[in-house]
């Protein structure tokens, strides 16, 4: 069990930092403006808002996902997020900066939530109803992305791959919600090999997908 707990709490802050990469680019863009005490001030402010927001939106998936199919589903929108990180070109952000502190906390916050909903659903998969697994990931994993998510964004830039083994994380975690779902537990626990073939089908699809997608974007 502690291993279980350790491998879902990796899982778990691997999906919070990989997906929240942009997250430190919104909050540098809201407090720009702001004055060095107050910058510090929207930045710890926002930020722990945003974690307490965040850990309420996640524990109410969690219970969520416990009526019959919606484990399905959700596996299937995380398929489609693993697609979409790996096909969709590179965006700007459009955040305005706060001019006012109350401003760029209300930005980090707002955008966070608006950016975090992909990142409360695959936690709330990864961590099968744990909620003591999604508070210890996310208080692990935001002060990452506070201070290394701009690294980050630059090794992905530098090392294309890592993007690769962000949307192979997603995948599997979404093939692990399917694979969960109680609906159809008793089909898996008759064919047991098919558990293993759903995996392999689902992260060899979404790699192969998004590359494909990726690859004709860039030739246009």
Known sequence: MEADFLIA?????AIDILLGGDNAIVIALASRNLP???RNKAILIGTGLAIVVRVILTVLVVYLLKVPFLYLIGGLLLIYIAFQLLAD??????IKPGMSLIGAIRTIVVADVAMGLDNVLAVAGA????????IIGLLVSVPIIIWGS???????ERFPFLIYIGSAILAYTAAGMIISEKELQPFFRTNPALEYGVIIFIVAGVMLAGAFVKKVKKSK
């Not at 070109?89 to 459009?94: A, K």
């Open 9 to 13: 709490l990796l899982q778990i802050i």
């Open 36 to 38: 060095e005490k107050q």
């Open 89 to 94: 070109d590179d965006e700007e952000n459009d």
């Open 127 to 134: 961590s099968h109803g744990s909620i003591p697994l999604v």
């Open 150 to 156: 701009k690294a980050i964004l630059h090794l992905m």
